[in-house]
Nanobody, 125 residues
Framework: VQLQASGGGLVQAGGSLRLSCAAS????????MGWFRQAPGKEREFVAA????????YYADSVKGRFTISRDNAKNTVYLQMNSLKPEDTAVYFC???????????????????WGQGTQVTVSS
């Protein structure tokens, strides 16, 4: 399993970024997918998740209404569109695959078995 995250960078508050996560080595289209983030000195936290079909999405309260998760099963890629960015969104962002391909969409880091290398997002005030 390989997950390659990209799209991070430095942006001013109020700006936008689009993260991508290219997946390989497993049957992407049957797995739910998730995005997490980790700021310095803090625990990794759930950001967003999407069902295998893309039909249902879930968000942390802190990003609801500003971030949008989506996926393209033909391209084995999951995206995270981030708008109205705030300095508190600064973190390393990770995409992740759940340990199993069945059941409800998990939101705890311990329920995810494979992680990308992360991409840094820095929002300046």
């Amino acid at each position: 399993v390989q997950l390659q995250a990209s799209g991070g960078g430095l942006v001013q508050a109020g700006g936008s970024l689009r993260l991508s996560c290219a997946a390989s080595g497993f049957t992407f289209s049957i797995y739910h997918m998730g995005w997490f983030r980790q700021a310095p000195g803090k625990e990794r936290e759930f950001v967003a998740a999407i069902t295998w079909s893309g039909g249902t999405t879930y968000y942390a309260d802190s990003v609801k209404g500003r971030f949008t998760i989506s996926r393209d099963n033909a391209k084995n890629t999951v995206y995270l569109q981030m708008n109205s960015l705030k300095p508190e969104d600064t973190a390393v962002y990770f995409c992740a695959v759940p340990r199993t391909s069945w059941g409800k969409v998990p939101r705890q880091p311990s329920d995810f078995g494979y992680w990308g290398q992360g991409t840094q997002v820095t929002v300046s005030s």
